[in-house]
């Protein structure tokens, strides 16, 4: 297969695309897809300070790195999840990211600064592993903006992810849910602006990105997150996708472009009618926010 | 050839010469779901691998997005 914008040989081919690019071209394709994504949903304005959320995956050091190199103000946040290895191997590789570029970088870690991890801190409180730890996630992702000033609060998030996520909330016909998947949720009640720039890219080019670009990332899945109902609607989404090229893209962006609209009144807002949380301050519908609730309970004896 | 398949990580005899996608018809697997390593270099679906290459068999899905 030749480049299709330069003719030398390929190394990368994207059958949605119908194309084949060399690593130079791959890596230009990539960054100019994440231009297009923040200039199209004016995610980040010039001056605009961002707090990138990186786990040492492919996803956000690929997007730390693009943001950098397309020259914004972009600090990376490490959330230490205390899941054994896995979380020493990530922990690494984004220290060894941010060493190498010169780039600063926030840490989290849940058993110093909260006094719990996400195995136990799931147990306690009853949740599936990937519950905890996308509360806490969010949570501490948003108290750390508020802190640190940032404007906006991105994550690596690519189109695999937004189709699975679409999928399941098909699937359940989760409406409040399709009511705000979008590749941008404004800030609002307290919270920082989120935005989504990869998500026009697969996650095979953002492996492929990080390979070209010599990025070490955790190539290891999750052992909290394997098997999950998330990685089995993308074995779903994949298997169409193998005979019909380009139908996570419609299926996605279908919905962004043409459907959204009619799910957006039954949107919950980030956060809903909201009071402050009694314990940390944080906008919360109840009197206290369910991060602290998940605190109180991994704490209990 | 050799082939290195990862989650979990194990090592595979397979002769060639193969093409990547044959080898990935082989395998059982979705390209859509992988990206194959020679050596050092990524390559396409349609490359020649020969008997004593070196091949990564990369799983790209994560999970977990809560």
């Known amino acids: 297969m030749k480049c299709r914008r330069c003719k030398a040989p390929a190394v990368m081919d994207i059958r949605r695309h119908n194309a084949s690019f060399c690593a130079t071209c791959f890596l230009h394709h990539c960054t100019e897809q994440v231009r297009r994504t923040i200039d199209d949903f004016k995610m980040i304005a010039p001056g605009e300070r961002v707090l990138v959320a990186v786990s040492g995956g492919k996803d956000s050091l690929a997007l730390w790195d693009l943001l950098l190199d397309m020259g914004y103000e972009a600090d990376g946040l490490y ?5 054994g290895e896995y979380s ?14 010169g780039a600063k970088l926030i840490e989290v870690d849940l058993r110093d600064d909260y006094g719990f991890d996400i195995p136990s801190g799931s147990k306690a409180a009853r949740r599936v592993p990937c519950s905890a730890c996308g509360l806490s996630k969010r949570s501490l992702f948003n108290k750390a903006a508020l802190d640190g000033g940032y404007d906006v609060v991105a994550t690596g998030h690519n189109l695999d992810d937004e189709a699975a996520v679409l999928f399941g909330n098909v699937l359940r016909w989760s409406t409040d849910y399709l009511g705000r998947q979008l590749p941008v949720l404004p800030g609002e009640h307290g919270f920082p602006r989120k935005v989504k720039p990869l998500v026009r890219l697969g996650e095979r080019e953002m492996a492929a990105f990080c390979v070209l670009k010599g990025i070490d990332y955790i190539v290891e899945e999750c052992p909290m997150a394997a098997g999950n109902k998330h990685i089995g609607y993308k074995e779903a989404l994949n298997a169409i996708e193998e005979t019909s090229p380009g139908t996570k893209h419609a299926f996605y962006f279908g ?14 807002p980030q956060g809903g009618d909201l ?11 109840a009197e206290v926010c369910a991060f602290c609730r998940l605190v109180e309970r991994a704490a209990a004896p | 050839m050799k082939v290195l398949l990862r989650n979990p990580r194990r090592e595979l005899d397979v002769p060639g010469p193969l093409r990547v996608n044959a080898l990935l018809a082989q395998l059982d697997l979705n390209r859509e779901s992988v990206l194959v390593i020679k050596g050092d270099t990524l390559v396409t679906g349609d490359a020649m691998l020969a008997d004593d290459d070196s091949v990564e068999v990369r799983p790209v899905i994560s999970g977990g997005a809560a």
């Not at chain 1, 959330?79 to 899941?83: E, M, R, S």
């Not at chain 1, 020493?88 to 570029?101: H, I, L, N, P």
């Not at chain 1, 919905?255 to 919950?268: C, G």
């Open chain 1, 275 to 285: 009071g402050r949380c009694d314990r940390c301050g944080a906008p919360t519908t």
């Open chain 1, 88 to 101: 020493d191997e990530s922990g690494r590789m984004t220290r060894a990211y941010a060493d190498k570029r």
């Open chain 1, 79 to 83: 959330l230490g999840l205390g899941i």
């Open chain 1, 255 to 268: 919905f962004v472009d043409r459907t959204h609209a009619r799910f957006a009144a039954e949107a919950v």
